[in-house]
């Protein structure tokens, strides 16, 4: 049986903590699940989506945006384009969740607000032509900052989600080296057990 992702948390909670210099963004739970929801909707439609994101913010709320769209995420062993490359010919129903997949996600959601969902979605893109011309890295955090303080004026809400524990939720690849990179895949039903485990070993400073 499934749970729903943010279930550890109430809704007013602070589910994400954003350091912006002397102002720090702090963004509760119900306020994550919103912005998870409308990026789901805005997200290209392919089975895969290979994560390579650079910003924090980006990584974490695409990854639960993938996985709210029923998406399995691939994360490579490594930042080399040339590895992010050799899993987009392996998974050739893909794309790559970088800060231009995130930042036109973003902006898809955004105009999506009290609109139907489905009709903005983002272009499906292959995976091969992103990496193709990878922004550098300094441009890249650019884009993915700007994109996030968008999202974030539009301040959506909605409720948590509960996906299928039998999706496969994530593929691990190891950096390959010492020897070719292995995929490791964990379901949502194992990855709550690790979570769970992890939670229980490593309380929050505020539990005793």
Request: aromatic share 6%.
């Amino acid at each position: 049986m499934s749970r729903p992702l943010l279930s550890a948390f109430a809704a007013d909670a602070t589910f994400l903590l954003r350091a912006r210099g002397a102002a720090p963004s702090a963004w509760a739970a119900d306020r994550c699940a919103g912005a998870i929801e409308a990026l789901a909707a805005a997200l290209p439609p392919q089975r895969h989506a290979i994560q390579c994101c650079d910003d924090l913010t980006g990584f974490v709320l695409g990854t639960l945006a993938a996985w709210r769209a029923g998406q399995t995420v691939v994360m490579p062993g490594t930042r080399l384009a040339e590895d992010a490359a050799a899993l987009a010919a392996r998974y050739p129903d893909s794309h790559v969740l970088d800060a231009a997949t995130f930042a036109r996600a973003v902006d898809a959601a955004v105009g999506m607000r009290g609109a139907p969902m489905t009709e903005t979605a983002v272009p499906a893109a292959p995976a091969d032509a992103a990496l193709a011309n990878p922004a550098p890295a300094n441009a890249s955090l650019l884009a993915h900052e700007a994109a996030v303080r968008r999202l974030e004026a539009a301040q959506p809400q909605g409720p948590s989600f509960a996906p299928d524990p039998r999706l496969e939720a994530v593929v691990l690849f190891t950096s390959g080296s010492t020897r070719a990179p292995r995929a490791n895949v964990k379901n949502w039903e194992a990855l709550l057990r690790g979570a769970e485990t992890f939670r229980l070993a490593f309380p929050p400073f505020d539990e005793p």
